[in-house]
């Protein structure tokens, strides 16, 4: 019953922007942590950040300064700004929630995050 859902995905010019938005449904209550990563071809998956209930966010040094990450906990909505796109930052990205105790938002270990969405492209061409 519990369904993530991306959208926002696109493809841009070095240097654009796109922020993406996930909707979670059929969860009674907000997750207390919620965390966007993404994958390319041939690659590891990877964070991209991370953020708890109260607001508390983590970002992967690749995106620090480019990317914001947020949630409007009442829509259940997370949010990825991501501003001066690079071409390495393509990828399929990927919404990820869990209701795990909020210290371990950030850990290493990600098998708290139980739902996942089927993730939406970002294409960013040079």
């Known amino acids: 019953q519990v369904q993530l859902q991306e959208s926002g995905g696109g493809s841009v010019q070095s240097g654009g922007s796109l922020r993406l938005s996930c909707t979670a449904s059929?969860?009674?209550?907000?997750?207390?942590?919620m965390a966007w990563f993404r994958q390319a071809p041939g690659k590891e998956r990877e964070d991209v950040a991370r953020i708890e209930i109260y607001g508390d966010t983590t970002y992967a040094d690749s995106v620090k300064g480019r990317f914001t990450i947020s949630r409007d906990n009442a829509k259940r909505t997370l949010y990825l700004q991501m501003n001066g796109l690079r071409p390495e930052d393509t990828a399929m990205y990927f919404c990820?929630?869990?209701?795990?105790?909020?210290?371990?938002?950030?850990?290493?270990?990600?098998?708290?995050?139980?739902?996942w969405g089927q993730g939406t492209q970002v294409t960013v061409s040079s």
């Open positions: 990820a929630a869990g209701s795990m105790d909020r210290r371990q938002c950030f850990s290493r270990e990600i098998v708290g995050y139980t739902y």
């Open positions: 059929g969860l009674s209550y907000s997750s207390y942590c």
